[in-house]
């Protein structure tokens, strides 16, 4: 258990929930939901243009199985990484596994489904045992506040020193 959320707390805030597997794996886990439907969430998540505005770029196959080189285009320094699409069900499921240099793969899943009216996102990343998360969850909250200024016109957080220093202190990070 790590001190971003406890599991008593549903994950009903933008903050990243961390909560340990019975294997002692770490499961990260986000919530965004949005008024529209699941085929405008799902265009924001994956169509070329939109996707570039919030994470980045990809080139290869859009299917599953499907290969290509993904680049996260909001980093201090972009590189492209090899992925794989897992699974890929529109509007409802995206399931993408990706090498990172020097680390295990990543795999994430992003689902979607219409909930008391609105399309909710559910963002899951799972870490090895003693992975410390916090970075990685920062990272991801700012992505995926990015991607809430796309699909539903919420304020782009910013730059990552803005954000950081803004959302920094929920993680534990002191801001600066």
């Known amino acids: 258990m790590t001190d971003l959320q ?26 965004r939901s949005w008024p529209d439907g699941p085929d405008e969430v799902w265009a924001a998540l ?25 680049t996260m285009t909001h980093e201090s320094e972009p ?38 009216g609105r399309t909710t996102l559910h963002f899951v990343q799972v870490f090895a045992a003693g992975t410390d998360v916090t970075d990685v969850a920062l990272g991801w909250h700012w992505y995926l506040d990015k991607l809430d200024a ?4 919420r304020p782009d957080p910013g730059d990552w020193d803005t954000f950081l220093a803004a959302t920094g202190p929920e993680y534990g990070r002191p801001s600066d």
């Open 6 to 31: 406890t599991p008593a707390d549903p994950p009903v805030d933008r903050r990243g929930v961390v909560t340990e597997l019975p294997d002692g794996r770490l499961r990260l886990e986000f919530r």
């Open 46 to 70: 994956t169509e070329p243009d939109r996707m570039a505005r919030w994470i980045g770029t990809y080139e290869g196959e859009r299917a599953p199985g499907g290969r290509g080189s993904f």
């Open 79 to 116: 590189a492209s990484e090899e992925v794989t699409i897992v699974e890929c069900d529109p509007p409802r499921r995206l399931v993408v596994e990706w090498v990172q240099a020097g680390d295990d793969n990543w795999r994430v899943e992003l689902a979607l489904a219409v909930e008391s």
């Open 150 to 153: 796309v699909a539903g016109g």
